[in-house]
């Protein structure tokens, strides 16, 4: 049989179709990823539901937004936005009494500023309701601005929680899933996230 | 002299020959680090809240986006909501998410969260009455898309 030299294939091109594939993906594409603050809506209740349960006045942390994106804690002191967050550390950590489900005392609550337990303000972590009221006419700007900062407060307490329990902060054990899927570390993560559950509760705004 | 005319005529030609490599090296790395478009917007990009508390999503295919902004033009002062391609009203809202249903497993679908992607000048009414829509038709999970301040 005779062999024929068989021409080399012009690669030249190559670079060329490749830039174009290359550009498609710059255009066609974006790098972003997209984040955000994860919030659960409460399930709708039928009509003939029996209402909640009254909750205790100094359980529930009342934060109000008003239109012009004004804060009004528990209806009566106005606040700053940079303020949110201490005065709702203060109020989750306030462990003054027993929890819910059992619970008991809360033993790994700090208390208020010095440690001290204030009689008028949240029993236990897992009672500990804050209430967000706000304006139809708020700018979502200023609501997640305190979403934020209420967000911020658990995950302090969350963090110094697990450093207590595990001798790891709470945000190394969530970023430790993405490559640890065993059932111990979500436990672990379950366990914290008992210890201060997020209670955050949407009023309807008023307004129209 | 004739030493130096045989210099300036001995210039090789730059091989070109691994440029097709380099070119598919960064092509790989845009296919991959990158996710499509999805969709055009038809109202003026959102301007996002910074937030210090972000998380992010592990499932794409989970989430769907309703955009709530101003009008492109800013002729209206109003919200407006636009869902996949077009500019939507409140109402249109569980149908949206009902399309979106249907294109997951059954198993997925209590996982499947709506992302709010909200101009900070937007209000709160507005994603307010979206919320109602969500909780009729047991859509719970949301999210208040944020930029991640920590990042910076």
């Known amino acids: ?208 | 002299m004739s030493k130096f005319k045989k210099q300036k005529k001995g210039l090789p030609a730059i091989s070109t020959a691994s440029l097709p490599d380099i070119v598919f090296m960064l092509l790989f790395f845009f296919m991959t680090v990158t996710t499509m478009r999805e969709t055009d917007l038809k109202i003026k990009q959102p301007t996002l809240p910074h937030a210090h508390n972000v998380q992010k999503f592990e499932h794409k295919n989970l989430v769907s986006t309703v955009y709530i902004g101003k009008a492109i033009d800013g002729s209206d002062k109003g919200d407006f909501i636009q869902l996949n391609d077009k500019i939507s009203r409140v109402g249109d809202v569980k149908d949206f998410i009902f399309m979106k249903r249907e294109q997951l497993q059954e198993e997925e679908i209590p996982f499947m969260t709506t992302l709010f992607k909200a101009d900070i000048e937007s209000n709160v009414g507005t994603i307010a009455d979206i919320k109602r829509e969500l909780r009729e038709i047991d859509a719970l999970k949301i999210s208040y898309a944020a930029i991640n301040e920590n990042d910076k």
């Open chain 1, 1 to 208: 049989m005779a062999r024929r030299n068989l021409p080399e294939i012009n690669a030249g091109s190559m670079a060329d179709i490749a830039f174009l594939l290359l550009i498609f993906f710059l255009v066609a594409t974006t790098m972003e990823v997209d984040g955000g603050i994860a919030r659960k809506l409460p399930q709708k209740q039928p009509p003939n539901a029996p209402p909640p349960p009254k909750l205790k006045e100094k359980n529930v942390l009342e934060i109000a937004i008003n239109r012009n994106d004004d804060l009004l804690i528990e209806g009566t002191q106005r606040a700053d936005i940079s303020e949110i967050k201490d005065i709702a550390l203060e109020f989750i950590d306030n462990g003054g009494g027993e929890g819910n489900k059992g619970v008991g005392k809360c033993d790994y609550c700090q208390g208020g500023p010095d440690g001290v337990i204030d009689a008028n303000s949240s029993d236990h972590p897992n009672k500990a309701v804050i209430s967000l009221k706000s304006d139809r006419g708020t700018s979502y700007g200023a609501f997640i601005a305190v979403h934020d900062a209420l967000g911020q407060a658990y995950t302090e307490l969350r963090n110094r929680a697990a450093m207590e329990r595990y001798g790891v902060s709470y945000q190394a054990l969530v970023n430790q899933q993405k490559s640890d899927k065993s059932q111990k570390l979500r436990d672990k993560i379950s366990a914290v996230k008992e210890m201060y559950p997020e209670i955050i509760s949407e009023v309807e705004p008023t307004g129209n």
